[in-house]
């Protein structure tokens, strides 16, 4: 059975996506680092009918990501769709002028860092097949610097040019590298459907692979 492993799940945006995967006949592999909601999540999830387990891990401990992704791998079967999503402490959310080096080296590792770790965790298997999708979802400083959003507005553009560049050095390969930008809270933008509608645009970056970034709308017309 082919497995998306969702990093950063929770009960919003993770759950729409696991729905939408799980309707296509994917397992669901929940990661988070609260062991007790990510439980709770998955055992929703499978009172559903779909086939669902959490892994608590956190994405500032690499060796605990990758277990995660590995012990996933192997109760549900082989990762063919990483989406990572991990929500930025509000620490990011410093002020520019109160952005330590320490903080900055925080936020770097949680996106940066934590996705390499994660991509490599899972890659070796979609580079086997020649198949499988990494989609990163991030907000509207992956592609325009707030002065009061700064360890976000450091971090998120270092994520985004690993994903960019995945996206071209894995495009020959069949391997779908793509990024979901989302300029503000979902609850907040006028969509018809509103979460639901996100996750029906991440499965198709899956589903038809395209351009490395994609906003789900207009950068000015968010509120991030």
Same mark, same amino acid.
């Given at each position: 059975? $082919?497995? !998306? /492993?969702?990093?950063? @799940?929770?009960?919003?945006?993770? +759950? *729409?996506?696991? &729905?939408?995967? %799980?309707? =296509?006949?994917?397992?669901? $592999?929940? !990661? /988070?680092?609260?062991? @007790?909601?990510?439980?709770?999540? +998955? *055992?929703?999830? &499978?009172?559903? %009918?779909? =086939?669902?387990?959490?892994? $608590?891990?956190?994405?500032?401990?690499?060796?605990?990501?990758?277990?995660?992704? *590995?012990?996933?791998?192997?109760?549900?079967?082989?990762?063919?769709?990483?989406?990572?999503?991990?929500?930025?402490?509000?620490?990011?959310?410093?002020?520019?002028?109160?952005?330590?080096?320490?903080?900055?080296?925080?936020?770097?590792?949680?996106?940066?860092?934590?996705?390499?770790?994660?991509?490599?965790?899972?890659?070796?298997?979609?580079?086997?097949?020649?198949?499988?999708?990494?989609?990163?979802?991030?907000?509207?400083?992956?592609?325009?610097?707030?002065?009061?959003?700064?360890?976000?507005?450091?971090?998120?553009?270092?994520?985004?040019?690993?994903?960019?560049?995945?996206?071209?050095?894995?495009?020959?390969?069949?391997?779908?590298?793509?990024?979901?930008?989302?300029?503000?809270?979902?609850?907040?933008?006028?969509?018809?459907?509103?979460?639901?509608?996100?996750?029906?645009?991440?499965?198709?970056?899956?589903?038809?692979?395209?351009?490395?970034?994609?906003?789900?709308?207009?950068?000015?017309?968010?509120?991030?």
């Amino acid at each position: 059975m $082919a497995t !998306i /492993a969702i990093v950063g @799940a929770g009960p919003g945006l993770g +759950a *729409a996506v696991a &729905r939408r995967f %799980g309707r =296509e006949g994917h397992a669901i $592999a929940l !990661i /988070a680092r609260d062991a @007790a909601r990510l439980e709770d999540l +998955a *055992a929703q999830l &499978r009172s559903e %009918g779909f =086939e669902a387990r959490g892994y $608590a891990a956190s994405v500032l401990d690499p060796q605990a990501l990758e277990d995660a992704l *590995a012990r996933a791998s192997a109760d549900l079967g082989t990762i063919s769709v990483l989406q990572y999503s991990p929500l930025p402490a509000r620490t990011y959310l410093h002020p520019v002028l109160d952005l330590t080096p320490e903080l900055a080296s925080e936020a770097l590792r949680f996106s940066a860092i934590g996705l390499i770790h994660a991509v490599r965790a899972v890659l070796p298997a979609m580079r086997e097949t020649r198949s499988g999708s990494i989609i990163l979802v991030n907000g509207g400083t992956s592609v325009q610097a707030r002065a009061g959003f700064s360890a976000t507005s450091v971090a998120f553009p270092a994520e985004s040019a690993y994903g960019e560049m995945l996206h071209e050095a894995l495009a020959e390969e069949g391997i779908g590298v793509s990024q979901l930008v989302i300029p503000g809270a979902i609850p907040k933008l006028d969509l018809e459907r509103g979460i639901d509608d996100v996750a029906d645009r991440i499965w198709d970056l899956h589903a038809t692979p395209g351009e490395f970034r994609t906003m789900l709308i207009p950068l000015e017309d968010g509120r991030e």
